[in-house]
């Protein structure tokens, strides 16, 4: 069965700080994995992507994501904050198997000025 | 760049009116899906096409849903009758034809409000 585990519902940092996102995952196969961003009424951007190859993904926007087979987790981090980054973030998987996506339940990430 | 088109942006209804929206997936992508996403929470599957089939429609509430995409290219979804609980965003995704690199592409979304 695949799942997806969004551990934090909410994480608040100030401009300029780290920011981590964490997602587990559990997958049958071999999995690709995602992080996509919504702004407020907004569809969903694609930040980055695990496809196998790289287990450390750069994205957009100065976002990264390491594949940690060993942990099952895929968490998504970036050096500085900026006030632009305030959205909702949601980690998918792909168990490619049929081209099916699972997303987590989703993160709002808030920057304080 | 190629996009996902949806229309309308926005939709106001009753409740036991008929609504429908329409999305335009990427030229040549062949899955299309229909997601629901009630505010506050994650998208969630409604229906996803594989050309003009259906592949999955487990989680499409058939008494008052409906979708097509009977050329395989553009699709809409029906309600009818709405009902207050169906308020939400649809949203819109296509992606390319399987592959270990498929992702989806996402459309801008038809949000919903029923009164």
């Known amino acids: 069965a695949q799942s997806v585990t969004q551990l934090d519902s909410h994480v608040s940092v100030s401009e300029g700080t780290p920011v981590l996102l964490r997602c587990n995952y559990s997958?049958?196969?071999?999995?690709?994995l995602f992080w996509y961003v919504q702004h407020p009424n907004k569809g969903l951007q694609l930040l980055l992507k695990?496809?196998?190859?790289?287990?450390l993904v750069k994205g957009i926007n100065g976002f990264e994501a390491e594949f940690k087979k060993s942990e099952t987790s895929f968490h998504l981090t970036k050096p500085s904050a900026h006030m632009s980054d305030a959205a909702e973030y949601f980690c998918?998987?792909?168990?490619?198997?049929?081209?099916?996506?699972?997303f987590g339940t989703g993160t709002s990430l808030t920057v304080i000025p | 760049e190629a996009e996902v088109a949806q229309s309308p942006r926005y939709k106001i209804t009753e409740k036991s009116q008929a609504v429908a929206f329409w999305c335009d997936p990427i030229?040549?992508?062949?899955?299309l899906y229909w997601y629901r996403q009630i505010l506050g929470q994650g998208p969630e599957l409604l229906v996803q096409?594989?050309?003009?089939?259906?592949?999955?429609d487990s989680q499409l509430p058939k008494d008052r849903f409906s979708a097509e995409r009977l050329k395989g290219v553009d699709s809409t979804l029906k309600i009818q009758p709405a009902e207050l609980g169906d308020s939400a965003m649809y949203l819109c995704?296509?992606?390319?034809?399987?592959?270990?690199?498929?992702?989806?592409?996402f459309g801008e979304g038809s949000r919903l409000t029923v009164l």
């Open positions: 995704a296509s992606s390319p034809r399987g592959g270990r690199t498929g992702e989806l592409f």
């Open positions: 997958s049958s196969y071999s999995p690709s």
């Open positions: 695990y496809t196998s190859a790289a287990t």
């Open positions: 998918v998987v792909n168990p490619n198997t049929g081209n099916q996506f699972y």
């Open positions: 030229s040549g992508h062949a899955t």
């Open positions: 096409f594989q050309d003009e089939s259906v592949v999955d």
